[in-house]
């Protein structure tokens, strides 16, 4: 049972523009979600959260938002670069009395087109 | 502060074989966790240790252990190893405890090869 989902393994976007990546989960006690960014051949890279009580937060060109009732959450990055392809990993906090295990969903690889 | 490390970042192993790998968090960061990364599977939650305990355990075979040291340093151990237990294996690190924060910060990864 996949708890968090990215149904599109591949997004290509002109530089310049809007990249905008999805994320659906199931369970509803997911109280944070956080999203990486990973190359090859290296650990993912921490880039931007948000907690399960808003809905939205910005970090420079990144913003995520969060739709509770549809269990739902994106990323924004704006303007995109081409320094900004690679997987993109959403992920969900599972966390009980101090314990805590990310839920992954597959990935989605972003390329950005010059 | 120097990132979380992982050793070796390499390694071929021959089925039925054991193997250790090796993880330090950043430091204080006192819990740390591993996960399994597979084309098939993603990635998948293998353990969470915080003061040498282990507080989080995934869907995983008993074949797969972990312990943490004093020092939050911690190690991850594959016994009787499959072909299927090729894959990156990623430790991550974050401050723990009830009111630590939820970013895991990872390290490469070690890349374990059963033949």
């Known amino acids: 049972d996949q708890q968090v989902k990215q149904n599109s393994p591949s997004l290509s976007v002109q530089e310049g523009r809007i990249s905008i990546l999805n994320c659906d989960y199931t369970n509803s006690m997911f109280d944070y979600f956080l999203w990486y960014k990973k190359y090859p051949a290296e650990g993912p890279t921490f880039l931007i959260s948000?907690?399960?009580?808003?809905d939205k937060n910005e970090d420079g060109r990144f913003t995520v938002f969060l739709n509770k009732s549809a269990k739902h959450l994106s990323l924004h990055i704006v303007p995109s670069q081409p320094g900004d392809s690679a997987v993109y990993f959403c992920a969900a906090s599972d966390r009980y009395r101090g314990a805590q295990k990310l839920v992954f969903g597959q990935g989605t690889r972003l390329t950005i087109n010059p | 502060k120097a990132g979380v490390t992982q050793t070796p970042r390499y390694l071929i192993k021959t089925r039925g074989q054991q193997v250790t790998l090796s993880c330090s968090p950043i430091?204080?960061?006192?819990?740390v966790s591993w996960y399994q990364q597979t084309p098939g599977q993603g990635l998948q939650f293998l353990f969470e240790?915080?003061?040498?305990?282990?507080?989080n355990k995934g869907n995983f075979p008993g074949r797969f252990s972990g312990r943490q040291f004093s020092n939050s340093r911690s190690e991850m151990n594959v016994s009787t190893l499959e072909l299927g237990d090729s894959a990156l294996y990623l430790c991550?690190?974050?401050?723990?405890?009830?009111?630590?924060?939820?970013?895991?910060?990872f390290g490469p990864g070690t890349r374990l090869t059963v033949t």
């Open positions: 430091s204080g960061h006192r819990s």
């Open positions: 948000i907690s399960s009580i808003k």
């Open positions: 240790y915080f003061s040498e305990t282990q507080r």
């Open positions: 991550a690190s974050r401050e723990g405890g009830q009111a630590g924060g939820y970013e895991q910060y």
